[in-house]
C-alpha cells in the first residue's frame, strides 16, 4: 500500500505560479513512476507530467515549457513546478503512483484566475 498526500494548491492569478507536493507513505526510489494528473468540474482526468525511477520525465502538450516535475527521494515527494499559470490550467491536481498496483491521492485544489 502506498499512500499520497498532495499539497500546495490554492488561488493564483493568471501569470501566477505554484508548487505542489505530492508526500509518499513508502520510498519512492521503488516505485516505477510518479504522475500528475489534473481534473476539471465536469471533465475527465487528464495527464499532465510523470517522472520515472530513473528519472525520466513527459509532459502534456499544453503544459510542456511552463510546468516541471521532479523528485526528491530523501523526502519521499514529487513536485511539480507550475509557472505562467492560465486559467484553463484550473482543476484538482492528483498524483498517482506506479508499481504492481496505482495509487491515488486526494487531490488539491488549484484555481486560476484571469
Known amino acids: 500500500q502506498v499512500q499520497l498526500v498532495e499539497a500546495g494548491g490554492g488561488l493564483v492569478q493568471a501569470g501566477g505560479s505554484l508548487r505542489l507536493s505530492c508526500a509518499a507513505s513508502t520510498s519512492i526510489f521503488s516505485i516505477n513512476s510518479m504522475s500528475w494528473y489534473r481534473q476539471a468540474p465536469g471533465k475527465q482526468r487528464d495527464f499532465v507530467a510523470v517522472?520515472?525511477?530513473?528519472?525520466?520525465?513527459n509532459y502534456a502538450d499544453s503544459v510542456k515549457g511552463r510546468f516541471t516535475i521532479s523528485r526528491d527521494d530523501a523526502k519521499n515527494t514529487v513536485y511539480l513546478q507550475m509557472n505562467s499559470l492560465k486559467p484553463e490550467d484550473t482543476g484538482v491536481y492528483l498524483c498517482k503512483a506506479e508499481t504492481r498496483s496505482v495509487y491515488w491521492g486526494q487531490g488539491t485544489q488549484v484555481t486560476v484566475s484571469s
Open positions: 517522472i520515472t525511477s530513473r528519472g525520466s520525465t
